[in-house]
T-cell receptor, first 117, second 113 residues
Framework: KAGVTQTPRYLIKTRGQQVTLSCSPI?????VSWYQQTPGQGLQFLFE???????NKGNFPGRFSGRQFSNSRSEMNVSTLELGDSALYLC????????????????FGPGTRLLVL | AQKVTQAQTEISVVEKEDVTLDCVYE???????LFWYKQPPSGELVFLIR??????QNEISGRYSWNFQKSTSSFNFTITASQVVDSAVYFC??????????FGTGTSLTVIP
């Protein structure tokens, strides 16, 4: 099975621009989560999607948004980019079915490295 | 308060030494899951192990072993006879009710040849 794929792998943007990142989960996985990783803040949870619905959201401003398509592929969008948005954005997929505790392992993609100038 | 604490920020060991990475978690749930991930310089988090709260058996996989102790809320990870390829950042994570993973801040392990 192919793993989680993320595109693009690297991105350079300037302040004020917007960006869209894409994530294709492992085949059969219906849950997709997004994380931001920075040296100062570590791994921070952005949001999780399951069956095209946002099921959980971290503590990020509204500039960060996402969506999931019927084929479970997900995109996240960051509008009005700020310098502090420079980070590694990681996507993870899992087989999680319903609510409650995440029982299934999250498998991560290689990430998208975003640099905001 | 941190739900997952990895107090060791950086560790350096000489090749072939054993090393233990500490993880302490906090939860009020009776059902929860604990994980370890490895993040090599390439950036991708690689899954190593999952343990549920009802299974306190220690696990060994090759040079890797995990010690889960509910009494101390710890889930420590030991690498035996470390190798240079073990150099990476290791993350401990907790999943409890609410469909969210909580990651520790990671421990950067450097194995010196």
């Amino acid at each position: 099975k192919a793993g989680v794929t993320q595109t693009p792998r690297y991105l350079i943007k300037t302040r004020g621009q917007q960006v869209t990142l894409s994530c294709s989960p492992i085949s059969g996985h219906r849950s997709v989560s997004w994380y931001q990783q920075t040296p100062g803040q570590g791994l921070q949870f952005l949001f999780e999607y399951f069956s095209e619905t946002q099921r959980n959201k971290g503590n990020f401003p509204g500039r960060f948004s996402g969506r999931q398509f019927s084929n479970s592929r997900s995109e996240m969008n960051v509008s009005t980019l700020e310098l502090g948005d420079s980070a590694l954005y990681l996507c993870a997929s899992s087989l999680t079915q319903g609510g409650g505790v995440i029982r299934e392992t999250q498998y991560f993609g290689p990430g998208t490295r975003l640099l905001v100038l | 308060a941190q739900k997952v604490t990895q107090a060791q920020t950086e560790i350096s060991v000489v090749e072939k030494e054993d090393v233990t990475l500490d993880c302490v978690y906090e939860t009020r749930d009776t059902t929860y899951y604990l994980f370890w991930y490895k993040q090599p310089p390439s950036g991708e988090l690689v899954f190593l192990i999952r343990r549920n709260s009802f299974d306190e058996q220690n696990e060994i996989s090759g040079r890797y072993s995990w010690n889960f102790q509910k009494s101390t809320s710890s889930f420590n990870f030991t690498i035996t006879a470390s190798q240079v390829v073990d150099s990476a950042v290791y993350f401990c994570a907790l999943s409890e009710s609410g469909n969210q993973f909580y990651f520790g801040t990671g421990t950067s392990l450097t194995v010196i040849p």
